[in-house]
């Protein structure tokens, strides 16, 4: 089955949809599907459910579908250096899902291995726990977290070989791999292809089974988010 497609806005065709939810790989800017988000933005698909750790910076990573209103709802676990993202949820005009890192890594995982619900003691006892069925395990309250399941998933990989399967490289493992297993459909982009049998199957980190679509996003412009330099010291 051919995966691999010519650029971001042919490996979403069919695929978008207005109210859809979409599992977004990466952290901070760190190991974004940037190619495939901005085909996202030019396709003006809205009404966005996202779940992704957090949502870029100002006009970087998902902040561009922030800024063009696309998404309607967030749900993650850090709002981080984004005013845009502050200044829509305290304004009320973007609805907002606080849900612990953790947390949400594992109802992702969750959702991708068919699991609907787990218990977790983080965030008993807080605001995270409100409206959510609680549990006494050996003397101990746990909270019920349901499994996330998404439309789409879309993720950045570091190399793939021709069939699909993927390599992350170092922190952008994080979130890219549990976000693939929880779409229905996973679309990535890697900086590279390589033959199959290239990559040994020990440094196999996503099978091709769960990439349903692939493009070569390269070559990427590294973006720092705080960038702190030493002062000049006088000559």
Partial sequence: MKKIYPDAAAALEGLLFDGMTICAGGFGLCGIPERLIDAIRDSGVKDLTVVSNNAGIDNEGLGKLLRTRQIKKMISSYVGENKEFERQYLAGELEVEFCPQGT??????AGGAGIPGF???TGVGTKVAEGKEVKTFDGEDYILERGIRADLAIIKGWRADESGNLQFRKTARNFNQPMA??????VAEVEEVVPVGTIDADCIHLPSIYVKRMIVGAPYEKKIEFRTVRQREAA
């Fill in 104 to 109: 949400l890594a594992e109802r992702c995982r």
């Fill in 119 to 121: 218990y977790t003691k």
């Fill in 181 to 186: 297993t929880a779409g229905k459909i996973c």
